[in-house]
């Protein structure tokens, strides 16, 4: 081979080499100092619960369970509500373990870097300050409606009169009640975290007080009946003064449309329960995080549940689901009683739902971003933490100021699906990081600590090569090094473990070798079933790594085809590739579960570990092939930008690239030196041993 082929085939080697080092390095954490702050730790386990339900029940609360079950499923909404609730509660188990393994803010983007690599944690970060961004956007428009709405609509006419705009993309008019409403927010919850919690405290209170009132309200106009209506000989049923048609009762019942709208209706309510992933951002500000994020995330799963559950009933006991208007069905339904004082109890209990709402929305946003930027994926002055509040206060006030620009000047209906995809795909590398820690040896790295094993570039280095290389790049020994330099090159990465074949070396190294080589296909296969050991090992950790990425792939494409092509599953060409998506699952779910396990103890566990990760992955995965195509190409375009500002900034000046990436590239360098002569004879010297 000619030199020039050689530097450029080494050449292509090492920038591969140097770019997956870069993809898939992962946040180092020092277990010993997980509770290192420079935040104020001051909210406890009843603060969080507060931010997750006030986060979670919005005033869709007061809406979406009369639009499901006038539109989908009739009273059986209350099922998909049940649906709905449990597979949060599989996302919130998982987010509930890596709250109790690492405290720390970021929320899925801390998790997913700690377990699968720098480059997905910022896909994930990326997306989840676009889902906060746009959360509050539409928040703040809906809280300035509505409140509006109570003032008569005055101060939203005189927008439309005097202030109207005619740019294509932009609103109608700006709407400055949402603007001023989302600053004055921001300078809550920069003024301080306790502050915001009061205030967040306090809203939700009066929130779950004026749902009570409804429910036991309700509870005295409930009639069984109207879960038992069938439709006439022609297929309609008159109700009040109108005539409702077929279309609009199905087989009547509890059940009038079927079971698959039951499960439709599910993915619609399953929206309803984001907003609790908003306490996982508070690991470096509440009290006792291993403790209080698990305990808060369930506890405020239950309760809105038990409010979404216990409202739905009421609702569809009150009026026949068919008379359900689905844009106000509550006051509606009381008002058909004759119960018109409920409307202004219920308008009080929305205001106060959406600026719960708002304040979910608006603070996870700060966290997320200055987490990124204390690991300098971000921009690092978003880092700062102002000393006397003990807040980020710079990423507070210009995630708040550019909030209240999008709620001011945008329509922001087409753009809200794009929050379902950034909530799903943090909640699927939620639970794929929970499946690939529970199978590695250890759960974080300190980063002080030295490469695992196999990681060190080792090389054998023929009699000629080392007298071509600077003593200072030559490792003979470690300790005999120390002894005669009077230091240590122990953190020297660009250092190679040196070996003259011609001096009987090889057979020293060949135990090294056994120990790091690579797993072969055969072993792969074998240990996917038949584990060797009963604690993680090295092999065993990445056969649960790939298969784990394997089962990803498989239930993507599982959901893809029964998402889209639910009626031509007669057709072969789809019935096979489903029924290989479906085998694939099974067994890598078994291969899953045949894994050994960490043992290592921690406050919270996620239970039936992989079926509950597993199955959280298929939930959320199916939910995202779901939407729209158009929300995918606003979803590309927003990772573009992403994505430049990541390789332009974010990849040099992270954390770990100096930690990590810049001590290894000397070493893979002299690799490519050392293969580039003498390689093919210590290749040949190699096999010969070997024989």
């Known amino acids: 081979m000619s030199p020039a082929a050689f530097s450029l085939g080494g050449s292509l080697s090492y920038y591969a080499t140097l770019l997956l080092s870069i993809v898939t390095r992962k946040k180092t954490v020092d277990e010993a100092h997980l509770a290192d702050t420079k935040l104020s730790r001051c909210l406890g386990t009843l603060d969080l619960v507060a931010l997750g339900v006030g986060s979670t029940l919005g005033a869709g609360v007061y809406v979406i369970a009369g639009e499901v079950a006038q539109k989908t499923t009739g009273p059986a909404v209350i099922v998909s509500f049940f ?309 980020p206060l710079v990423a507070t006030l210009i995630t708040g100021l550019l909030s209240a620009v999008m709620a001011c000047l945008f329509e922001l209906k087409e753009l809200v699906d794009m929050m379902s995809i950034g909530t799903l795909l943090a909640y699927t590398l939620v639970a794929i990081s929970v499946l690939i820690l529970r199978g590695n040896r250890d759960d974080l790295r300190h980063p002080d600590a030295e490469e695992p094993p196999g990681s060190v570039d080792i090389r054998v280095v023929t009699h000629r090569q080392q007298q071509r290389l600077p003593a200072d790049r030559l490792k003979p020994e470690k300790q005999e090094r120390q002894q005669e330099r009077g230091s240590s090159d122990s953190d020297s990465a660009d250092a190679v473990l040196v070996c003259d074949p011609h001096s009987g070396g090889l057979a020293d190294l060949s135990t090294h070798f056994r120990q790091h080589r690579r797993m072969t296909w055969r072993e792969y296969l074998r240990l996917s079933f038949r584990p060797e050991s009963t604690a993680p090992t090295r092999f065993s950790e990445s056969v649960n790594r790939r298969n784990t990425f394997l089962f990803l792939a498989a239930a993507t494409l599982l959901a893809f085809l029964t998402e889209n092509y639910p009626d031509r599953m007669h057709q072969p060409g789809v019935l096979l590739p489903t029924l290989a998506a479906f085998a694939a699952c099974f067994g890598l779910l078994f291969s899953l579960y045949r894994q050994p396990e960490n043992a290592k103890p921690v406050a919270f566990r996620v239970p039936a570990v992989p079926f509950v990760p597993c199955l959280s992955v298929f939930i959320n995965v199916y939910l995202m092939m779901a939407l729209p195509s158009g929300t995918w190409v606003r979803f590309l375009v927003w990772m573009t930008i992403g994505m430049a500002i990541y390789c332009l900034y974010g990849a040099r000046s992270s954390t770990e690239h100096a930690r990590q990436t810049i001590r290894k590239m000397r070493g893979i360098r002299l690799a490519i030196e050392l293969d580039a002569d003498g390689g093919q004879e210590v290749s040949q010297m190699m096999d010969k041993e070997q024989d």
């Open 83 to 391: 649906i709905a609730a449990a597979a949060s509660v599989l996302a919130g188990l998982c987010y509930a373990e890596f709250g109790a393994r690492v405290p720390k803010s970021g929320s899925a983007y801390v998790y997913s870097y700690v377990t699968v690599g720098e480059l997905m944690a910022f896909v994930i970060g990326w997306n989840l300050i676009l889902e906060y961004a746009i959360g509050t956007a539409s928040v703040a428009r809906a809280w300035s409606q509505n409140f509006d709405s109570l003032l008569g609509g005055r101060v939203i006419n005189i927008f439309r009169q005097y202030l109207t705009m005619s740019v294509p993309g932009i609103a109608k008019y700006p709407d400055f009640f949402a603007f001023g409403i989302v600053l004055l927010l921001t300078l809550v919850i920069a003024f301080g975290v306790k502050e915001s919690a009061w205030v967040t405290k306090a809203f939700t209170l009066v929130n779950l007080m004026v749902l009570a009132t409804v429910v036991i309200a309700g509870s005295w106009l409930a009639d069984g009946a109207n879960w038992r209506i069938r439709p006439g000989p022609n297929g309609t049923v008159e109700f009040g003064n109108a005539t409702y048609a077929a279309s609009r009762i199905g087989a009547g019942g509890f059940m009038p449309f079927g079971l698959r709208s039951i499960v439709s209706g599910a993915g619609t309510c399953f929206y309803a329960f984001v907003g609790f992933d908003a306490i996982a951002t508070t690991g470096e500000e509440a009290k006792n995080p291993q403790k209080a994020i698990p305990v808060s995330i369930i506890v405020s799963l239950a309760i809105c549940f038990a409010a979404y559950f216990s409202l739905s009933t009421v609702l569809t006991l009150i009026q026949p689901y068919f008379a359900l208007d689905p844009l106000a069905p509550l006051p509606a339904a009381f008002a058909a009683q004759g119960w018109r004082v409920a409307n202004y109890i219920i308008a009080v209990g929305a205001v106060c739902a959406l600026s719960t709402s708002l304040l979910g929305a608006m603070f996870p946003l700060p966290r997320i971003v200055y987490a990124m930027a204390s690991d300098g994926l971000l921009f690092r002055f978003l880092a700062s933490v102002n000393r006397r509040l003990s807040t």
